[in-house]
Nanobody, 120 residues
């Protein structure tokens, strides 16, 4: 089993920055994609950004140039993924979920979510 624990959400003013962190632990072998999705009230969950084990990244058009996804793990028992969010807008307000995908079996895992609120 894989456990994903997010941290770093909160309230920030428009134009501000936040950094989300996610730690994957447990049976983390074969996790080759990690990323972030978000869900705003009344909307479907949507992709924010993903990163592969090889370092390839993918971003939603709405966050390109403002958000940066990265993964640096100094603990071999964990895989970490980060989302640096700059120039935040009110429309970025949502619950942000950490995501991990094992390949080639295509088994996905989700965190509990962390609230990000952008408001003055």
């Amino acid at each position: 089993q894989v456990q994903l624990v997010e941290s770093g959400g909160g309230l920030v003013q428009p134009g501000g920055s936040l950094r989300l962190s996610c730690a994957a632990s447990g049976s983390i072998f074969s996790i080759n994609v990690m990323g972030w999705y978000r869900q705003a009230p009344g909307k479907q969950r949507e992709l924010v950004a993903t990163i592969t084990g090889g370092g390839s990244t993918n971003y939603a058009d709405s966050v390109k140039g403002r958000f940066t996804i990265s993964t640096i793990s100094r603990d071999s028992a964990k895989k970490m993924v980060y989302l640096q969010m700059n120039s935040l807008k009110p429309e970025d307000t949502a619950v942000y979920y950490c995501y991990a995908l094992k390949t080639p079996i295509l088994r996905d895992y989700w965190g509990q979510g962390t609230q990000v609120t952008v408001s003055s």
